[in-house]
């Protein structure tokens, strides 16, 4: 379905930007990964990129906190591809605190990395994609893109902030063969999820069993952690031309949480 087009996919190094890697590549798309991890599992993502799906499969370890990296990461993959036809705006980290406790240069890593970066990846990719007349922008937002909950100030203010982005990115290319869409996921059980799991049982004093219960899958209905490859599915979806007229929507994927 993607064959001949090429992918960039930030924070893809983990949980759901490598499954969204993994989707886009099974369907025939080059794809630069990024992120941060052991140097040796990167390789083997990459390399298993490549080989199971015949592609080229990239990798950058440029950090989406800083700008000058992030241009050359998008220069990089041009360069290599030829074109980013798709890009996948995932890199997001986490940090639970009361807000007046929030210490300052988390704020500015969670604002920098989660909401900033898209910004940046996005100029970059959008001069290709206009010219060429056909573009794909998937911003990985959360359902606290839309709803918020107690001690994740920074985190959420970003991802209310990147469905803001999506839609304006939306508006201004909605004559040109360019979508921009966000997907809200709720929980997702990856690296991220546990780390919190951890955090929130400090920041409420309860054992890990019941933050899990009675904290984070309180707010989601179906009462089961999101599945990686069903985001990623979505992500294909929206890559796809079935997905021509679907822009500046923000999709859950959360097992009802904001329908309450
Ligand atoms: P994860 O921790 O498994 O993966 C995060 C990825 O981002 C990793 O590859 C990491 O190396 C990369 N990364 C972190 N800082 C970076 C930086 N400065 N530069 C480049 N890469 C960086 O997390 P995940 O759960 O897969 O989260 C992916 C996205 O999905 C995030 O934007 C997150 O906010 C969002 N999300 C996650 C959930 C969930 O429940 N897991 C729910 C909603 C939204």
Redesign the pocket.
């Known amino acids: 379905m993607l064959k001949g087009k090429s992918a960039v996919v ?9 499954a969204i890697a993994r989707a886009l590549a099974a369907q025939g798309a080059n794809v630069m990964i ?4 052991d140097a040796a599992a990167i390789e083997a993502l990459r390399s298993e990129l490549e080989h199971s799906h015949r592609v080229n499969a990239r990798y950058s ?6 700008p000058a990296e992030i241009q050359t990461m998008m220069a990089e993959a041009e360069r290599a591809f030829g074109a980013v036809d798709i890009l996948i705006n ?5 940090f639970v605190a009361p807000v007046d406790e929030f210490p300052a240069e988390k704020w500015d ?1 969670i604002l ?3 909401l900033s ?1 898209a910004f940046h990846t996005t100029r970059a990719a959008l001069p290709g994609m206009k010219r060429r007349g056909w573009g794909r922008i998937v911003n ?5 893109g839309l709803v918020a909950s107690p001690y994740k100030s920074a ?1 959420i203010a970003a ?1 209310h902030g990147i469905v803001g982005l999506t839609k304006t990115v939306a508006l201004e290319t909605a004559r040109q063969g360019i979508t921009c869409n966000a997907i ?10 546990e ?2 799991i951890d955090d929130q049982a400090q920041a409420h004093g309860l054992p890990r069993e019941e933050v899990i219960e009675k904290v984070l899958l309180e707010r989601q209905p179906s009462k089961q ?2 599945q ?1 490859e069903e ?1 990623a599915a979505l992500s294909v979806f929206l890559c796809g031309d079935g997905a021509a007229s679907i822009t500046g929507a923000a999709l859950s994927v959360d097992g009802g949480w904001v329908a309450q």
């Open positions: 930030t924070g893809s190094t983990s949980g759901i930007g490598a990024n992120g941060f991890g370890g440029a950090d989406m906190s800083k995932n890199a997001g980290i986490q890593a920098a990395i989660n970066s990985i937002a959360s359902a606290h985190y991802k809200c996921p709720g929980y997702v059980l990856t690296p991220l999820v780390k919190q952690f999101v990686v985001v």
